[in-house]
């Protein structure tokens, strides 16, 4: 394989699979988190080209959260989640209480809730990846952002023309006491990577 565009429907299927299995994961961590039941939709699971990426999140000029995590050892590439205000004020005044109505309202100890819950968040995706293939895979510290989506999509945008044309987009609901708010997850495995856990999953 020499680029996303070549990965065909059985592979899909399958990376939708993991896809479920961490949405999975991910409503359970966060149900705990938040001592409140979680539901979450099926993912909707995207290959989109690098310059569909910011229409698709609201254009370059919308301001959002963005959360990075590298993965390393035998998955090399990275996970950036894409955060909106709602999704924010929901999750920070579930936790702490906090009533944000800025961004520059978010303190301290908000912007750390908002990384451990992309920790676990993350995790979840990785865990099942991981389970699913047998392969190790370490993620970093998140590192977070504050900015335009333009802005915060210039460094992935930069890694990704190295690998190909185009990026795995997760979109999900995660409904909680009556609220639905959407997450984005970019999934960015560079392509000896894909070419690995595709191999591990018997789908080549």
Do not use: C, W
């Not at 080209?49 to 000029?61: A, F, N, Q, R």
């Not at 520059?104 to 100890?109: A, F, K, L, Y």
Request: charge should be negative.
């Amino acid at each position: 394989m020499n680029g996303y565009a070549n990965i065909g429907e059985v592979q899909k299927d399958v990376i939708r699979e993991l896809g479920n299995i961490g949405a999975g994961n991910a409503a359970t961590a966060l149900a705990s988190l938040l001592n409140d039941k979680v539901e979450i939709s099926v993912p909707n699971l995207k290959f989109i080209d690098i310059s569909e990426i910011s229409d698709i999140l609201g254009g370059p000029e919308k301001e959002v959260v963005g959360i990075l995590v590298r993965m390393t050892d035998d998955v090399d590439g990275m996970l950036i989640y894409i955060m909106d205000y709602h999704f924010v004020k929901h999750l920070l005044g579930s936790l702490l209480n906090e009533d944000v109505q800025a961004f520059s309202g978010i303190s301290e100890i908000g912007l750390s809730a908002l990384k451990e819950v992309s920790n676990i968040l993350s995790g979840s995706y990785v865990n099942a990846l991981s389970r699913l293939t047998s392969l190790d895979i370490r993620l970093s510290l998140p590192e977070i952002a504050i900015d335009m989506v333009g802005a915060i999509l210039n460094f992935p945008a930069a890694v990704v023309g190295e690998l190909g044309d185009k990026l795995l987009l997760i979109e999900e609901n995660f409904i909680a006491s009556g609220n639905s708010i959407q997450s984005h997850l970019l999934l960015i495995p560079n392509m000896q990577s894909l070419h690995e856990i595709m191999k591990r999953l018997g789908v080549e």
